[in-house]
């Protein structure tokens, strides 16, 4: 074998001696020095790693390693580090006066990111994730409050919602007025007629000049006189064009047969108090805080 060890003319390299078929040679190239070292180093490294962190798994654990390290354990530090870092803050907000959180720089910030974030978890799904609302569930970015829109009222309104079963939920029922056969088909297409001409919307101006009977009589003790509304009733604006339900004939036609009557949860027992007061102080600042 030894005897066939010889230069390789074309490569200039030392072939190994091993030959096939009489002239099928082998060159002698071994691994560079550098890439042994690195996979050397790398095993050892490796080996250490296994004694001191945990690395293999056993049939129903697996092994620990000298450190006791764990990254579960490192996140749960990291929670209460977080926790107690914010506790100063949410105690804060427990105990300040709600009206003066705004005129504090850093607890109304905190009390903003702290009400994002739990509006994105609780009121999104109805609301919406930017708060926009949906037909059905009001805008919170706009001007227009149903029932007020002062720091004291939405702090009301998330504490205890709207047409529940809370004790101090928000109470008022517009009348079933076709459902419960209040008034006639014709009074309802009239009082339609005239409610959308409150915002310049509606086509049939004799009609509406009949409606406007019909809203003194049946309707502006909520509406107001005026139909512009009453938060102490939760009887919206009807002049602003911003409709809850829509704002098509058939959609006011609709409103008036029915009543509506949306319902929203009371969040006092699923929310601490900080946390319903940085929700108020985090809705009162979108834009149409009033
Ligand atoms: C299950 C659906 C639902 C969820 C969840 C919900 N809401 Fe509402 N919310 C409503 C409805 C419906 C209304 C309007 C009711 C009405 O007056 O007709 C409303 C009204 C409001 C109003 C009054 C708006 C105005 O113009 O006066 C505020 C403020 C409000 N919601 C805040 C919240 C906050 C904050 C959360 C989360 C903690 C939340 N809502 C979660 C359904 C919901
Ligand atoms: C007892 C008070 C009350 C009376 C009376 C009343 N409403 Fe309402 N109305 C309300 C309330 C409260 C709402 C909101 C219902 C909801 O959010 O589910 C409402 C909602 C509406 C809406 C829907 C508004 C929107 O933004 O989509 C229309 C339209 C309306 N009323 C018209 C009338 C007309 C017309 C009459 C008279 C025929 C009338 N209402 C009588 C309390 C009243």
């Known amino acids: 074998m030894a005897d066939n060890k010889r230069v390789d003319e074309v490569t200039g390299v030392e072939t190994t001696g091993h030959v096939w078929d009489d002239d099928l040679e082998e060159l002698n190239k071994p691994l ?3 890439w042994l070292w690195v996979m050397y180093v790398s095993i050892i490294w490796s080996i250490g790693y296994w004694i001191l962190y945990p690395a293999w ?8 390693g000298m450190l006791g390290y764990s990254q579960r354990a490192v996140v749960a530090e990291q929670v209460a580090a977080g926790k107690a870092a914010q506790a100063k803050f949410v105690d804060a907000i427990q105990k300040a006066e709600l009206s003066s959180i705004p005129d504090n720089p850093e607890l109304l910030s905190f009390a903003i990111a702290g009400g994002n974030a739990a509006f994105k978890e609780n009121c999104a799904p109805c609301h919406g994730r930017g708060a926009q609302g949906f037909k059905g569930y009001p805008n919170l970015n706009d001007d227009d409050w149903i029932w007020g ?26 009348p079933k007025f076709g459902k419960e056969e209040l008034l006639e088909k014709a009074q309802i297409n009239d009082a339609a007629e005239y409610v959308l001409s409150l915002s310049g919307s509606g086509s049939d101006a ?13 309707c502006a003790a909520c509406h107001g006189e005026d139909g512009k509304g009453n938060p102490e009733l939760g009887a919206p604006n009807l002049t602003d064009s911003i409709w809850l339900y829509g704002g098509t004939k058939q959609d006011v036609v609709t409103s008036i047969n029915t009543g509506r009557g949306g ?10 108090e900080a946390t319903i007061k940085e929700l108020a102080v985090y809705v009162h600042s979108l834009g149409g805080g009033q």
Do not use: C
Request: charged share 30%.
């Open 57 to 64: 798994p056993l049939a129903s654990d697996y092994t620990k």
């Open 149 to 174: 829109g002062d720091l004291a009222a939405i702090k009301q309104t998330i504490t205890h919602g709207i047409r529940n079963a809370d004790e101090d939920s928000r109470q008022s029922d517009m």
């Open 32 to 34: 560079p020095k550098w």
């Open 263 to 272: 319902v929203m949860p009371a969040w006092n027992t699923r929310l601490s």
């Open 206 to 218: 004799a009609a509406a000049e009949r409606g406007k009977e019909v809203f003194a009589e049946n």
